[in-house]
């Protein structure tokens, strides 16, 4: 039995894995005060394990604490980095350390669900876009998620602070413009690259939304699309059983 986390820019997602797939997911934001607090109590009612695997894009101190926490209550923590190969996926970059694990694991996960292809879409801090085809990493694109997208704004035009608001095509306050304005870029990048790796391949490739802000997308988006919250996880899982 494993542990396995994937620390993101703003949450800590878990689970443990066995022979009968992922068990006891949780999330928690590392932002928030109390986290690890709350984390250790979690943990404490987490099946023991023999060992923990840990894929971060956050801060080093914290993918430590985090580790720290594992260790506490006796599991050894492993950090997980991208691999140019692994388990029949091939990854694109020249300089695989410079793809973010995240990308990768979704990578693998998706790869471990079948060959494709994929067009694998995660929806955090950043809205990425990864093209996989029998085992082969194509490539991707990298752009502000929506969310991202209105803290910027935020922050360079002080009109524009405002929450809330309700995608719309044509909006007649703020609120609703600067939700349809970052939703629809993000949908806009979707569809495209949809459209173009179809073109590209010669055949439509399944696309999946993984991340937190996928929900958001999901019900917009004008092509078929399935919801894969914790592919990065699965991942995980997939390096958990190659790794024994």
């Known amino acids: 039995m494993t542990w396995l986390f994937d620390l993101g820019n703003t949450r800590l997602k878990w689970a443990r894995v066995d022979d009968g797939g992922l068990r006891e997911r949780g999330a928690l934001a590392h932002g928030e005060p109390g986290f690890e607090h709350a984390l250790d109590a979690c943990l404490a009612e987490l099946p023991r394990a023999e060992r923990a695997l840990l894929a971060s894009v956050a801060g080093e101190d914290l993918a430590a604490r985090v580790a720290a926490l594992a260790a506490r209550h ?25 793809l ?3 990308r990768f694991l979704a ?7 079948g060959p494709g ?3 694998i879409v995660g929806v955090g801090t950043a809205l990425t876009v ?11 694109l990298i752009a502000p998620s929506p969310a991202l997208m209105r803290e910027m704004l935020a922050s360079r035009v002080p009109a524009l602070d405002v929450a809330g608001g309700e995608r719309v095509d044509f909006a007649r306050c703020t609120e609703d413009a600067l939700a349809g304005g970052t939703v629809g870029s993000a949908l806009g ?5 949809h459209a173009r790796a179809s073109e590209c391949l010669g055949t439509t490739p399944a696309l ?3 991340g937190g802000g996928g929900d958001s997308l999901l019900a917009a988006l004008r092509v078929p699309a399935e919801a894969a919250p914790d592919l990065v ?4 899982a997939v390096r958990a059983a190659v790794t024994g």
């Open 117 to 119: 292809p994929w067009l």
């Open 189 to 193: 990048l979707i569809e495209r690259s």
């Open 100 to 102: 973010g694990v995240d």
């Open 208 to 210: 999946l939304i993984a």
């Open 74 to 98: 006796g599991v050894p923590c492993e950090r997980v980095h991208t691999q140019s190969e692994f388990a029949g996926l091939r990854i694109a970059y020249a300089e695989p350390a410079r």
């Open 233 to 236: 996880l699965e991942g995980l």
């Open 107 to 113: 990578l693998l996960g998706a790869h471990r669900r």
């Open 130 to 140: 990864d093209l996989l085809a029998d085992g082969e990493h194509l490539g991707g």
